[in-house]
């Protein structure tokens, strides 16, 4: 590819990097919870690389990238087929195949073997993703909030798309419908300050899958974007690190800052990648967004066993590394069976 096609972009390079964009996001998601769950730190023995610590401590922004590429996603496959039972028969199938492949295990020992087991109607609420909702648990609360969204899509792609095809319409309801989200989670926040607790985590990041449904349309019409776009998607991103690094913003304004990350580094990794123009890092990121899902399941069940052995007293980033190999090959391996399973189910 000449060097002067890598800078002709458009929304569709969006599409074409999928996996790759996954990849990135999960493995950002995954250090991350090194430092997040396990307390570890990268530039231990080196403090001037104390940076490296703070761009992988935002790696939570990772789940703006998946929420944000999962509602471009569904607009594609929409268009497939915008029949609701296959939609629905299709994102529950893809979904619960890794949960139940990669959890249940180490969910019947939590509810029936472990010394605070807590029975079968936890046992339930955990393999129906209830549990999140119920009780605040954040083991897998992604896997939880992306279902509800997968429910809540086929309304949204119908309030946001008519067949009169207003884009000033379509823009305006897309608003309309973050400003909603926006309100109900203040409005439960200053209500029912607990629930609001337990939930903000997902409850926050409705907006970003909203905007994702809209812009759907568009990286599916391959929108071209003006050279210049890159640099203005490198200048927001880098911005939007120095603010939040600098501690000028908290809380709930925080959470929804996440939203300003989520879609410049979502158009800055095919961005990248493109000028880049390196087949081996695409196929290694390639290769891990296609098991992200089964990753994601994978190291926090993992996490979660480590923490119960002897060697999490004396917690090591080779620990970690470790870890991170074992989750790879347990998610590789579940998804050649997910796969075969989809085929047989679908």
């Not at 390079?13 to 996954?22: F, Q």
């Not at 929420?67 to 496959?77: D, E, K, Q």
């Not at 994102?91 to 492949?101: A, T």
Request: charged share 15%; hydrophobic share 55%; with cysteine.
């Amino acid at each position: 590819m000449k060097i002067k096609e890598r800078f002709n972009f458009n929304l569709n390079d969006i599409s074409v990097y999928k996996n790759e964009i996954y990849g990135t996001a999960i493995i950002w998601i995954m250090l991350f919870h090194a430092i997040d769950i396990l307390g570890l730190s990268y530039s231990k023995s080196f403090p001037s690389l104390s940076i490296i610590d703070n761009l992988i401590g935002y790696g939570n922004m990772g789940v703006e990238v998946f929420l944000l590429y999962s509602g471009i996603c569904l607009y594609f496959s929409f268009q497939k087929s915008n029949d609701l039972f296959t939609f629905l028969k299709k994102r529950v199938v893809r979904l619960f195949l890794p949960v139940i492949f990669i959890e249940t295990a180490y969910w019947v020992y939590i509810c029936f073997l472990s010394p605070d087991a807590d029975g079968w109607a936890a046992f339930f609420e955990r393999e129906l993703l209830l549990r999140f909702w119920l009780t605040g648990d954040q083991q897998i609360y992604f896997v939880s909030l992306i279902f509800v969204c997968y429910l809540f899509y086929p309304y949204i792609h119908s309030i946001l798309f008519t067949a009169s095809d207003n884009k000033k319409r379509t823009g305006l309801m897309c608003i309309v419908l973050m400003a909603l989200a926006v309100f109900i989670a203040v409005l439960i926040m200053n209500g029912q300050s607990e629930l609001y607790s337990r939930i903000e985590i997902a409850l926050t990041r409705f907006p970003i899958f909203i905007f994702g449904c809209y812009l759907g349309k568009a990286v599916y019409e391959r929108k071209a974007l003006p050279k210049w776009s890159f640099w203005i998607v490198l200048i927001v991103a880098i911005s939007q690190f120095l603010i939040l690094d600098m501690g000028a913003i908290d809380g709930i304004l925080k959470r929804y800052f996440y939203f300003i990350g989520g879609v410049s580094i979502t158009m800055l990794i095919p961005m990248l990648l493109k000028i880049i123009s390196c087949k081996p890092l695409n196929k290694f990121l390639g290769f891990m967004g296609n098991i992200s899902l089964n990753l994601y399941l994978a190291h926090i069940m993992i996490i979660r066993v480590y923490r119960y052995t002897s060697w999490s007293e004396d917690c090591r980033l080779l620990h970690y590394l470790v870890i991170l190999i074992i989750s790879v090959i347990l998610s590789f391996v579940i998804e050649i069976a997910v796969k075969k399973l989809r085929k047989l189910i679908l």
